[in-house]
Structure formats: C-alpha cells, structure tokens
C-alpha cells in the first residue's frame, strides 16, 4: 500500500538555525499538507500546497516558515530560523483531490527540537 | 469556526469488549468527519469517515462510526476489542461550507485507548 513518508524522523537544532524536513507525498496524489503537533497538544493545521503554490494557510505559518516542491516527488518545509517553541512533531500528508470528502493521508511525522 | 472535543484523554477497556470513543464537534455549516489512529512511531492513519448518507459509517479493523446531527456527535465504535486496537486516536473535522479551497482539517486532541487483555 503506498505511504507517505518522511525524513529525518528526529531533527536536533540550535535555536537560530535553518532547518528543512523533508516529505515523498504518494504518487498520484496532487494536494499536499503540513500539520504540526506540540507535545500534549493537538494536531494543528501549517499549511496546503497544490500546483506549485499555497492554497491555505494558517496563522502559524509566519514568514518564518516556507514550503516548496523541489522536483517531481519530494515536498519540503523549511523554518528559517527556529524557535524553541518551533519543537513539535511535524507531519506531512497528501491527498488525490482537494474535494472535502477526500480523507488525506499522513506519514510518521519528524521530530524536531529546537534547542 | 470549526472544532472538535474529545472528552476522554484515556479510556481503558478489557479485550472481548465493546469500545466507545467519544468526540463531538461544532461548524457553521454541514460537517465531513474523518478518524484517525496513531500507532507508536507511525503516522496518522485514516479510519473511516462519515460524509453524507447512513449515520452508520464502517471503516478499517472492524471499527465503526456513528454521526448523529441532533447531539453534533462522531463516536467512534467497534463491537469486540482487541489488544493490538490499543492506540492514539483522532476525530477530525472538516466543514464543507468553510470557504473555497479550505482544506484543512480540524483535529480533537486524541484519546489513547488501552486494551486489557
């Protein structure tokens, strides 16, 4: 069954430093997301991309934050310059269409703490 | 705006039982509901989901899932539990009023349910 996956899987960074977690959506899928979990806390909504551009995001996603796919199957988030409070799971997901009835699916997330 | 609450942090049932998690959410408008386990060191994975038609949903594992409109309620159900059904698990939400191109969804904080064999 194809899965989306996610690398690295723990990301260690001095406060400051530029980070870039990396994603491979499923293939055929076209509609890609980034959620981030802070510990305890709730699965929270960074960021869609669809054709090369953001189509949504959330008050989270500052201009700190940055998204991009680079070819044709990897896509990326990177935070210019981390925050301690920037430490959270962060999940990558993707799904075949945009409609709201599309379940999407997500990968084992990356680990980032920001020290 | 949309969210949903999941009252339970925990809920603990013996194995051969049956299992309810609960999760109610609120929008404006009509509602897509989704659930979602968490293994340990895996993603989110997609359960079932309810989006229009009978109030009772069937999804992956055996579990199920009931809509009710008049309680805004989505608890999540399975007749005999298992052991390996221990696990994180999320009710998300998405409100297919809440603009065009709004994709997001909306997640409860998740209830860890424990199997007791």
């Known amino acids: 069954e194809p899965e989306v996956t996610q690398t690295p899987s723990h990301q260690v960074t001095q406060m400051g430093q530029e980070v870039i977690l990396r994603c491979v959506p499923i293939?055929?899928?076209?509609?890609f997301y980034w959620y981030r979990q802070i510990l305890g806390q709730k699965v929270e909504f960074l960021v869609s991309?669809?054709?090369?551009?953001?189509?949504?995001k959330s008050e989270i996603f500052d201009d700190q934050f940055s998204v991009e796919r680079p070819d044709g199957s990897n896509f990326t988030l990177k935070i210019r310059s981390t925050k301690l409070e920037d430490s959270a799971m962060y999940f990558c997901?993707?799904?075949?269409?945009?409609?709201?009835?599309?379940?999407?699916?997500f990968g084992p997330g990356t680990r980032l703490t920001v020290t | 705006a949309q969210s949903v609450a999941q009252p339970e942090d925990q809920v603990n049932v013996a194995e051969g039982n049956p299992l309810t998690v609960k999760c109610t959410y609120s929008?404006?408008?009509?509602?897509?509901l989704f659930w979602y386990v968490q293994y340990p060191n895996r993603g989110l994975q997609f359960l079932l989901k309810?989006?229009?038609?009978?109030?009772l949903v069937k999804g992956s594992y055996g579990f199920e899932a009931e809509f009710n409109k008049s309680q805004t309620s989505f608890h999540l159900k399975k007749p005999s539990a298992l052991v390996s059904d221990s696990a994180l698990y999320f009710c998300?939400?998405?409100?297919?009023?809440?603009?065009?191109?709004?994709?997001?969804?909306?997640f409860g904080k998740g209830t860890k349910l424990s199997v007791i064999p």
């Open positions: 929008v404006s408008g009509n509602p897509y």
């Open positions: 309810y989006i229009t038609g009978d109030n």
């Open positions: 997901a993707s799904s075949e269409s945009s409609g709201a009835s599309y379940e999407q699916y």
């Open positions: 998300a939400v998405r409100d297919i009023y809440s603009g065009a191109g709004s994709y997001q969804l909306t």
């Open positions: 293939s055929n899928h076209l509609y």
């Open positions: 991309f669809y054709n090369n551009e953001i189509s949504e």
